[in-house]
């Protein structure tokens, strides 16, 4: 079993950045693939970031690509969100999300352990 917290949300300025944080209990860690997916209100949960076991492989969404930088530290059983030149459109709920995932469905909502969220809004 797997508990996911996330931290590092809030109000931001369009252009401005967030460091989003996700801590996971348990000594597997290092074993799974980890994931960022963020829901605007009405809309589906969508795919914004993976990273897979070791951190050698990473996975972005097309719109957050150059903006966005998804890191881990294995040690501290982190792993993080570097959000910069935010948009109002990036204004979600991001969840974090952890599992050991196929490398074909990595972008895919196929996690096993899902956080709480934290609240992005970015004003225009």
């Known amino acids: 079993q797997v508990q996911l917290v996330e931290s590092g949300g809030g109000l931001v300025q369009a252009g401005g950045s967030l460091r989003l944080a996700c801590l996971a209990s348990g000594s597997s860690f290092s074993t799974y693939d980890m994931g960022w997916f963020r829901q605007a209100p009405g809309k589906e949960r969508e795919f914004v970031a993976a990273i897979n076991w070791s951190g050698g492989r990473t996975f972005y969404e097309n719109n957050v690509k150059g903006r966005f930088t998804i890191s881990r530290d294995n040690a501290k059983n982190t792993v993080y969100l570097q959000m910069d030149s935010l948009e109002p459109e990036d204004t979600a709920v991001y969840y974090c999300?952890?599992?050991?995932?196929?490398?074909?469905?990595?972008?895919?909502?196929?996690?096993?352990?899902w956080g709480q969220g934290t609240q992005v809004t970015v004003s225009s």
């Open positions: 999300s952890a599992g050991r995932v196929p490398l074909v469905e990595i972008t895919t909502t196929s996690y096993d352990y």
